[in-house]
């Protein structure tokens, strides 16, 4: 048995978003249904309902930035109970059984991990992701959202906030380091904020010289343009951890040799084709070039736990669903401080 609900939906491959309704299923023993509340606007929605990544399916109901409250609950779930705030990340399932699971490292499930929307969920059917009005999912794969964070501030959390979170912990951002964030965006601006809440001297590293402003408030130490190459001359052995929020082609060189020696550069956003690095530029200094994704769910919860200890959320601008469009097209001009969050009551 299913229920019917209300969302917005892309009906094929970069055509407009348009509401329609969608079957969500019946609560099973270990699931919880949750009246969504708000949902992120991340550039990855974008990219897939545009048809840029392959393996798209029509139509698609992105959005994995989800909050809610919990409005019923299955008869074996011990996690939640009617009434709790939850939200929802980038996944709503995995094989439970690899190292990784096991690990609680879900992200890496060495079957698939299944994505919150746009993937094929273990009882064969098309996952729907927040731009709706309800979702439901097992309790194991939902978080609790902490009572010091709003609820709209606290959807880009669940993929944003995580994904800058899981490298700054991992590469030890704190006291004594040197960080610089590549970009201020939606990944980035909480990459700033994050970085700060953990103690470490934080620089950002961007082509916008009007962001400046909006960097110290979120919390930067330094800010350097990058519209002009020689400032990296400047930077020279500078940072312990650069992180890359930018799908940017960037002169990798130039930003490794603004590491120190052993340093770490991550990569959470890539361009879409191949980049050229010589690496010498990683073997003189004993320098690393990593790639990061989001993390698990508990180190999504310790994350969201975090940021409400430090009393932050992402910094949005709440749209109604008819904006979707519009939302889409100024994400891809940069034109947003810094996460669109949909409100799902006027879906």
Known sequence: MTTTVKAYAVPAANAPLEPTTIERRSVR??????????????????????????????PM??????????????????????????????????????????????????????GTYNAVGRDGELTYGGYSTHIVADENYVLRIPEGIALDEAAPLLCAGITLYSPLKLWGAGPGKKVAIVGLGGLGHMGVKIAHALGAEVTVLSHSEGKQEDAKRLGADHFHSTSDDSVFEVLEGTFDLIVNTTSADLPLGAYLSALRVGGTMVNVSAPPHAVALHLFALIARR???????????????????????????????????????????????????YRFVIDASTI
């Open 61 to 114: 109901v992105p959005g994995h930035e989800i909050t809610g409250i919990v409005t019923e609950i299955g008869s074996s779930v011990t996690r939640y109970k009617v009434g709790d705030r939850v939200g929802i990340g980038c996944f709503v399932d995995s094989c439970r059984e690899c190292e990784h699971c096991l690990a609680g490292e879900e992200q890496f499930c060495l079957k698939g991990q299944t």
């Open 287 to 337: 320098k690393r070039l990593v790639g990061s994704m989001m993390g698990g769910i508990r180190e999504t919860q310790e994350m969201l736990d975090f940021c409400a200890a430090h009393g932050f959320g992402a910094e949005i601008e709440l749209i109604s669903a008819g904006q979707i469009n519009e939302a889409f097209d100024r994400v891809l001009k940069s034109d947003v401080r």
């Open 29 to 58: 023993e270990h699931d919880v249904l949750i009246e969504i509340k708000y949902c992120g606007v991340c550039r990855s929605d974008i990219h897939q309902a545009h048809g840029d990544w392959p393996g798209g399916t029509f």
